[in-house]
Nanobody, 116 residues
Framework: QVQLVESGGGAVQAGGSLRLSCAAS????????MGWYRQAPGKQREMGAT???????NYADSVKGRFIISRDNAKSTVYLQMNSLKPEDTAVYYC??????????WGQGTQVTVSS
């Protein structure tokens, strides 16, 4: 099994920045892609950004150009640098890892609140 622990959430004003981190433990050598998903109140969980073991990145249109995902394979850690934050970015952000064909390991989530 893979365990994921997020950190770095918090409250920020619009236009500000935050950096999320997610450290994997357990059977971390099994991890293929990693990613960040988010869920706003009353909405479904949606993909924010994903990154493959060779650092191929994919972003949702809503965060493209503002968020940057990166990973340190040696540390089994994935990061999400969030810039130019907007109130609509307010959500619980979840780290995810894929060891099979789907994202099957999830962190507990970290709250990000952006005020106008």
């Amino acid at each position: 099994q893979v365990q994921l622990v997020e950190s770095g959430g918090g409250a920020v004003q619009a236009g500000g920045s935050l950096r999320l981190s997610c450290a994997a433990s357990g059977l971390a050598f099994n991890i293929k892609s990693m990613g960040w998903y988010r869920q706003a109140p009353g909405k479904q969980r949606e993909m924010g950004a994903t990154i493959t073991p060779f650092s191929r990145k994919n972003y949702a249109d809503s965060v493209k150009g503002r968020f940057i995902i990166s990973r340190d394979n040696a540390k089994s850690t994935v990061y999400l640098q969030m810039n130019s934050l907007k109130p609509e970015d307010t959500a619980v952000y979840y780290c995810a890892a894929r060891t099979t064909e789907t994202f099957d390991a999830w962190g507990q989530g970290t709250q990000v609140t952006v005020s106008s």
